[in-house]
């Protein structure tokens, strides 16, 4: 049987999702570590804060192609390659953190509307520019960043001293969470790690293959 057959629809929209999660915490690593970012994956992370109403989850990364770093990563992980031991901690702690956020219907209307606030001006100036990532830092640090247990990012300390690395990490975050958010949307549980893994990686090959 082949591996595209073996995956459902379903499970072929989650992994999306979870390539868009861990693809932007990856990038989240790499600005902590490096005080870069690859400027292609972090303008898909951010575009896809922007992209509310999107028709499908292919949709909010740009399409698939835009999500193959996030796929190959997430295979790795499946497969017992990750060469990154902080990266799936770190998905854990968003997805534990997305979990507290749902419930907190104030906090998501005012990250809803911070991210509606600024759209015209990442429309204008790129989802990148640096007054953009400074603008969702700040909706990040004013939100999500009062929910504990805090998701916490280890990286150079010459880097995460500097308030526009931290902005960016943040607004970085926020991307992952958007991320996780659409995962559950699609019916997304940690029991699929458990459950689900076969398909999960059928759904994997047939993307990256």
């Given at each position: 049987?082949?591996?595209?057959?073996?995956?459902?629809?379903?499970?072929?929209?989650?992994?999306?999702?979870?390539?868009?999660?861990v693809q932007a915490l990856a990038q989240v690593?790499?600005?902590?570590?490096?005080?870069?970012?690859?400027?292609?994956?972090?303008?898909?992370?951010?575009?896809?804060?922007?992209?509310?109403?999107?028709?499908?989850?292919?949709?909010?990364?740009?399409?698939?192609?835009?999500?193959?770093?996030?796929?190959?990563?997430?295979?790795?992980?499946?497969?017992?390659?990750?060469?990154?031991?902080?990266?799936?901690?770190?998905?854990?702690?968003?997805?534990?953190?997305?979990?507290?956020?749902?419930?907190?219907?104030?906090?998501?209307?005012?990250?809803?509307?911070?991210?509606?606030?600024?759209?015209?001006?990442?429309?204008?100036?790129?989802?990148?520019?640096?007054?953009?990532?400074?603008?969702?830092?700040?909706?990040?640090?004013?939100?999500?960043?009062?929910?504990?247990?805090?998701?916490?990012?280890?990286g150079n300390p010459h880097y995460l001293g500097?308030?526009?690395?931290?902005?960016?990490?943040?607004?970085?975050?926020?991307?992952?969470?958007?991320?996780?958010?659409?995962?559950?949307?699609?019916?997304?549980?940690?029991?699929?790690?458990?459950?689900?893994?076969?398909?999960?990686?059928?759904?994997?090959?047939?993307?990256?293959?």
């Open positions: 049987m082949s591996s595209t057959r073996s995956a459902s629809p379903a499970i072929s929209e989650r992994v999306l999702a979870l390539a868009g999660l690593r790499r600005i902590a570590d490096t005080g870069q970012a690859n400027a292609a994956v972090l303008g898909t992370a951010l575009d896809s804060v922007f992209r509310i109403d999107a028709s499908s989850p292919a949709q909010v990364y740009g399409g698939t192609e835009a999500l193959r770093p996030g796929l190959v990563l997430l295979r790795d992980y499946f497969v017992r390659e990750t060469k990154d031991e902080q990266l799936p901690r770190l998905a854990l702690a968003v997805m534990q953190l997305e979990r507290r956020f749902v419930r907190d219907h104030a906090m998501a209307q005012r990250v809803q509307a911070g991210i509606r606030n600024h759209a015209d001006t990442a429309q204008r100036l790129g989802s990148s520019h640096p007054d953009v990532l400074a603008a969702l830092g700040g909706v990040y640090a004013e939100t999500l960043s009062h929910l504990r247990p805090r998701v916490l990012v280890q500097q308030a526009n690395v931290v902005a960016e990490v943040r607004a970085v975050l926020l991307a992952a969470v958007r991320s996780a958010v659409l995962w559950r949307q699609l019916g997304g549980s940690l029991w699929d790690f458990l459950l689900r893994r076969r398909e999960m990686v059928a759904a994997l090959n047939a993307y990256l293959d």
